[in-house]
């Protein structure tokens, strides 16, 4: 796996707790790393919810591994879209790190 093919732009985001001078604890999301990512697959998967239909994208990206853990509790920002984290993979070839990522967008 080369560079060349890390041809698109992914974020990843985790969860930051801030107290207000009130006192109240606020959660946003904030940058962990802005990195170049290799487009993996994109499914389309269309499932009966309980509540009606709903569609499911997932996809997944291919990126160098970094200095920090990444999990399922941080999440993607891929072409304008927030991407739930559902699975993590190290890949090692070597000494080359990558890291595989599968996301889901849900839209109902």
């Given at each position: 796996?080369?560079?060349?093919?890390?041809?698109?732009?992914?974020?990843?985001?985790?969860?930051?707790?801030s107290?207000?001078?009130?006192?109240?604890?606020?959660?946003?999301w904030?940058?962990?790393?802005?990195?170049r990512?290799?487009?993996?697959?994109r499914?389309?998967v269309e499932?009966?919810?309980?509540?009606?239909?709903?569609?499911?994208?997932?996809?997944?990206?291919?990126?160098?591994?970094?200095?920090?853990?990444i999990?399922?509790?941080?999440r993607?920002?891929?072409?304008?879209?927030?991407?739930?984290?559902?699975?993590?993979?190290?890949i090692?070839?070597?000494?080359?790190?990558?890291?595989e990522i599968?996301?889901?967008?849900?839209?109902?």
């Amino acid at each position: 796996m080369t560079t060349r093919r890390l041809l698109d732009t992914i974020t990843i985001e985790r969860v930051a707790k801030s107290k207000t001078p009130a006192g109240t604890v606020t959660e946003t999301w904030a940058p962990v790393a802005t990195v170049r990512a290799q487009v993996l697959q994109r499914k389309l998967v269309e499932r009966l919810e309980t509540f009606g239909e709903a569609e499911e994208s997932t996809i997944g990206f291919r990126i160098h591994a970094l200095p920090v853990e990444i999990t399922t509790a941080d999440r993607v920002i891929f072409d304008g879209a927030a991407l739930d984290l559902k699975d993590v993979t190290e890949i090692r070839r070597g000494r080359l790190r990558m890291v595989e990522i599968i996301c889901r967008k849900v839209a109902t």
